[in-house]
């Protein structure tokens, strides 16, 4: 079982005092740790005068502020799913997203100086000092460049990373006990999970490691109409600060102002979809962490909305084998071939291989079926997600660590969705999109495309072939592969051989010790002569038989 640290510990109590302190004793006490001692919420003095309390949406949002970036992370993906929550709990952890108490200005000053070695006055025309957002890792300052230019100052929080690492370490010891004692969350492989999430949040601590991204990202759709991405202007990136281009938009959120300048909703919910396939299947790199305060909308054309995006910070790549699989899959759904989908999971490995393929194709129509023909907002994909887990635990499947961010990513655009335009048919928008990704990847465009990337290697190898073919035949002829193959049986059969005399030792051995173990305790040492004597060297011969069985 994990042991905590002391630090650990006493970190554990202070997210109990916390959510104790913000009126949320309720919680604290329906944990099976504390369970046993819910009659103390009785003899807190804080609980013995009926006063006014803040809304408890707002309890939850202030809450999960104080205990930090790890927790502010879990707040801003729940304010995504609607369905799961109520609206005032949704719309309070909404500000979780860009509305985080800032740290001081002249302290982001200060870090700004230390990481280019010249004040801000030196850096920069302008820099204002009040934070124009503030989240959970990071904070933004404006700032105009000597060249005239508008930009954002992007500047890390001090000494945010040893208070993730001691948060992630609980969550990996919280992982642990869950994997030990249930077998319900083993199947869901938490460590492996907080394993991923841990790689993602360390990597959003890196602004250098950001910043490529958005470059990576905003050459992905140069010259693009549904998205656009800021400049980065590289002089001035470091590994805790960045600074870009400084956008105008909309944020998303503002349904209202999109509402009343003319804004086509419904285009604009079908691009998000669109741009989410794209970034997933065409270019191999999406942004992962697609909640509203990360989007913004171009209207200069109402009726030709463009995204905008911003926060780098966690982006995700899928391997080829993983993209084919969910592509065919997420067709396959489409068309309702369930036996394809259960056959696709087997294939993967997903569910083990021994996984009767007719059961389990049962099982996903079950599930799957009552979803078809009904526009988003009658889709609850939260139910959906535990109708498949339960499905799934009759199976053993697993959950894909290396898909927790697209799950995640694809949960975004749901609930972004859902805000936009509730009657779109997200099975309508992505269906075309996949089969048109399937047809250039299998179909005869692919093959050429492939032949075309392989012909100048194919060229430059070319004068080699005949030599290599000749040395390859004669190498047979010569029966050369043949003697190979019989000495790779030959030392197979001596590894058998070998092992088998070590198991016939120390079996023998084992054998030596129970017959003196019988002597000893059996036989009476007054009617047998030495019996004491030969049980002893009876044990010791045994001993000596099993260690040099496990040496040898």
């Known amino acids: 079982m994990p042991i905590l640290s002391p630090g650990q510990f006493i970190r554990m109590l202070y997210i109990n005092w916390v959510l104790m302190k913000h009126g949320l004793d309720d919680i604290v006490f329906t944990t099976h740790l504390f369970r046993p001692f819910r009659f103390l919420i009785y003899l807190f003095p804080w609980n013995w005068f009926r006063r006014k309390r803040k809304p408890r949406a707002q309890r939850m949002r202030e809450a999960l502020e104080d205990l930090g970036p790890i927790f502010i992370k879990f707040g801003q993906m729940l304010s995504t799913r609607r369905d799961l929550?109520?609206?005032?709990?949704?719309d309070e952890l909404e500000q979780l997203q860009d509305a985080v108490p800032a740290f001081p200005g002249v302290q982001a000053k200060s870090i700004i100086e230390k990481a280019f070695g010249e004040s801000v006055e030196e850096l920069f025309e302008s820099f204002d000092e009040q934070p124009l957002a503030s989240a959970s890792v990071a904070q933004v300052h404006v700032a105009v460049l000597k060249t005239g230019e508008n930009v954002v100052v992007k500047v890390l929080r001090p000494d945010i990373l040893p208070v993730i690492k001691r948060d992630l370490s609980l969550l990996y010891i919280i992982a642990e006990l869950a994997a030990k004692y249930s077998s319900q969350l083993r199947r869901l492989r938490p460590v492996e999970v907080i394993a991923e999430y841990e790689k993602t949040i360390l990597?959003?601590?890196?602004?250098?490691?950001?910043?490529?991204?958005?470059?990576?990202?905003?050459?992905?759709?140069?010259?693009?109409?549904?998205?656009?991405?800021?400049?980065?202007?590289?002089?001035?990136?470091?590994?805790?600060?960045?600074?870009?281009?400084?956008?105008?938009?909309?944020?998303?959120?503002?349904?209202?102002?999109?509402?009343?300048?003319?804004t086509d909703m419904e285009r604009l919910a079908a691009l998000g979809v669109e741009i989410f396939f794209t970034q997933v299947f065409s270019h191999n790199f999406f942004h992962a962490d697609m909640h509203p305060g990360n989007i913004f909308v171009d209207i200069e054309n109402p009726k030709l909305p463009k995204y905008i995006a911003v926060d780098f910070g966690i982006m995700g790549t899928l391997s080829q084998t993983d993209k084919r699989y969910l592509a065919e899959n997420f067709l396959a759904f489409f068309q309702r071939d369930y036996y394809k989908v259960a056959k696709l999971h087997v294939e993967s490995g997903w569910v083990p291989s021994h996984t009767r393929v007719d059961e389990f194709e049962s099982a996903i129509r079950s599930v799957c079926e009552p979803i078809f023909e009904k526009?988003?907002?009658?889709?609850?994909?939260?139910?959906?997600?535990?109708?498949?887990?339960?499905?799934?635990?009759?199976?053993?499947?697993?959950?894909?660590p290396q898909l927790v961010l697209l799950q995640k990513t694809l949960l975004n655009i749901e609930g972004l969705g859902r805000q936009l335009y509730p009657d779109l048919d997200l099975w309508k928008t992505a269906k075309p999109f996949l089969e048109q990704w399937m047809e250039e990847q299998v179909g005869p465009r692919a093959l050429f495309r492939n032949l075309k990337d392989d012909l100048p290697y194919l060229i430059e190898k070319m004068p080699e072939m005949p030599g290599l073919i000749y040395k390859s035949l004669k190498a047979y002829a010569d029966g050369e592969y043949h003697l190979k193959q019989i000495d790779e049986i030959q030392k197979i059969r001596d590894e058998l051989?070998?092992?088998?005399?070590?198991?016939?030792?120390?079996?023998?051995?084992?054998?030596?010790?129970?017959?003196?173990?019988?002597?000893?305790?059996?036989?009476?040492?007054?009617?047998?002569?030495?019996?004491?004597?030969?049980?002893?060297?009876?044990?010791?011969?045994?001993?000596?038989f099993i260690l040099y069985g496990l040496k040898k």
């Open 85 to 90: 929550l109520a609206d005032d709990i949704a």
């Open 203 to 262: 990597d959003e601590l890196d602004l250098l490691r950001e910043a490529a991204n958005a470059s990576q990202l905003r050459r992905n759709f140069e010259g693009s109409n549904d998205l656009y991405v800021p400049e980065i202007h590289w002089d001035f990136v470091r590994k805790n600060v960045l600074v870009m281009e400084r956008i105008y938009g909309t944020p998303i959120r503002d349904i209202a102002a999109l509402k009343e300048q003319g």
């Open 375 to 400: 526009p988003l907002k009658e889709i609850s994909f939260g139910q959906l997600l535990l109708r498949l887990f339960q499905t799934a635990r009759r199976f053993n499947m697993e959950v894909q």
């Open 497 to 544: 051989s070998h092992n088998h005399q070590r198991t016939l030792i120390v079996i023998t051995g084992s054998s030596m010790l129970i017959a003196a173990s019988v002597i000893y305790a059996v036989i009476d040492a007054e009617l047998v002569m030495g019996a004491p004597i030969l049980s002893w060297v009876s044990a010791g011969t045994g001993l000596l």
